[in-house]
């Protein structure tokens, strides 16, 4: 009996050499897997998996994750408003790390003898996938054709016609990779220090001039209705949101971060729904939330994100944060008011009933209602006491 190898297909040409490669050189029952975290039609997973059995796998299996992608990672991509560098949403790292988990579970479940990817030598997504299967299925062998062979792109074309593979693998200029929580864009201006992308370069085009308002509803931290509509789930109201504020060109930017293999690399990614998405959501919570709760809260979603790039998706201490972010999330509710303007966006206004920003209590720079002068007068002294101590005690130092 031949060994069995799960692969982590595309469709592409990375994981179509694969495919081939797997079953004619290495003699193995190749059994293609594709993980849906929002970035596929019907049509095209019908596409791709006819693409699979013509390749000669064993099986084809389509995971549908994309809710699944939202309970495990981005309900608390949300809650921390991570943004990583204060600028990039995560959109390929946290999906990667789904996929590679649902791929691993897979493989367990068939009694899989080894698992592949397509992953070249020079990204993050080989650490992402190479770690999580060490972690999730120690005994599982990976195998990494493309990375492990150093192939040519040219090599890879002429390997598939020799086998009689004739599928249109012309380079496209731009590099897609489309999710529920953004996507990534790369071409020859993302591979140096300085350039942006021409407009056309990005898969959702302005058509939307006139500026709009939306009403965005959260109820614990979570996003539940958009301009009074109410949704079952929030990955119905992620799409919905999505194809309201796509069109008008928010959400685009450049990303420098620095890869798991240490080196720095440029991005570029449209995420319009999950951009205005996090502003509202952190406007919400600076109305809602004390002083300490956000502080901590952007201490350790810093880390969140962090880790969550990195691939380490599956260390306890990720669990342990997720309680805490979401038990921030309690009072969490509320409407977020967000204007919407070709290729931006400005959140004009919240509405809560637990809104700490009540007038009952006073209004910043107007009166209050909680204490008199003389308290402050005191508050003060108390305040800054410890400090003038320190400078009384060592005025002769200065």
């Known amino acids: 009996m031949k060994k069995k190898v799960v692969l982590a297909f595309s469709g592409g040409l990375d994981t179509s050499y694969c495919a081939i490669y797997l079953s004619k050189d290495l003699n193995l029952e190749v ?16 596409y791709i998996e006819k693409r699979a059995y ?3 796998v064993a099986s084809h299996h389509a995971v549908d994750a994309v809710k699944g992608y939202y309970e495990s990672s981005i309900r608390y991509l949300i809650y921390g408003n991570v943004l990583k560098n204060n600028t990039y949403p995560l959109s390929v790292s946290a999906e990667r790390v789904t996929q590679a988990t649902a791929i691993a579970e897979y493989a367990k479940k068939i009694g899989a003898d080894y698992v592949a990817h397509g992953s070249t030598g020079a990204g993050n997504d080989q650490v992402r996938f190479d770690m999580i299967f060490n972690i999730l299925c120690p005994n599982v062998g990976i195998i990494t054709p ?10 890879e074309i002429e390997y598939l016609k020799a086998h009689g593979v004739e599928f249109n693998f012309e380079k496209a200029q731009y590099s897609i990779n489309k999710g529920i929580w953004g996507t990534s864009v790369g071409g020859k201006e993302t591979l140096q220090s300085k350039g942006i992308l021409p407009e056309e370069a990005w898969p959702t085009q302005v058509t939307k001039t006139d500026a709009e308002q939306v009403e965005i509803e959260f109820k614990k931290g979570e996003l539940v209705g958009i301009n009074g509509q109410q949704y079952s789930h929030p990955v119905d109201a992620i799409q919905a949101l999505q ?9 685009r930017d450049i990303h420098v971060g620095d890869t798991i293999i240490g080196i720095k690399g440029r991005v570029g990614f449209e995420a319009a729904a999950p951009m205005v ?18 502080s901590w809260k952007d201490q350790l979603a810093m880390f969140y ?9 599956h260390d306890p201490i990720m669990r342990n944060m997720e309680v805490f972010l979401a038990d921030t999330q309690k009072t969490v509710s509320g409407k977020v008011f967000v204007q919407l303007m070709p290729y931006r966006f400005q959140v004009i206004g919240i509405e ?13 720079g107007e009166m209050n209602e909680g204490y008199t002068g003389d308290d402050v007068k005191g508050f003060s002294k108390i305040f800054g006491n410890q400090v003038k101590i320190y400078h009384s005690v060592n005025q002769d130092e200065n």
């Open 243 to 251: 194809a309201i504020v796509g069109p008008y060109g928010i959400g």
């Open 146 to 155: 493309i990375r492990d062979l150093k192939l040519s792109r040219e090599a």
């Open 54 to 56: 013509a390749l000669g």
């Open 352 to 364: 809560s009933k637990h809104d700490l920003m009540a007038s009952k209590f006073g209004s910043y």
């Open 31 to 46: 059994h293609s897997v594709i993980v849906d975290t929002g970035g596929f039609s019907k049509e095209e997973l019908e």
């Open 305 to 313: 994100g962090n880790w969550m790039h990195e691939g380490q998706f």
């Open 277 to 294: 998405i996090i502003k509202a959501h952190h406007q919400l919570e600076k109305h809602t939330l004390t002083k300490w709760q956000l």
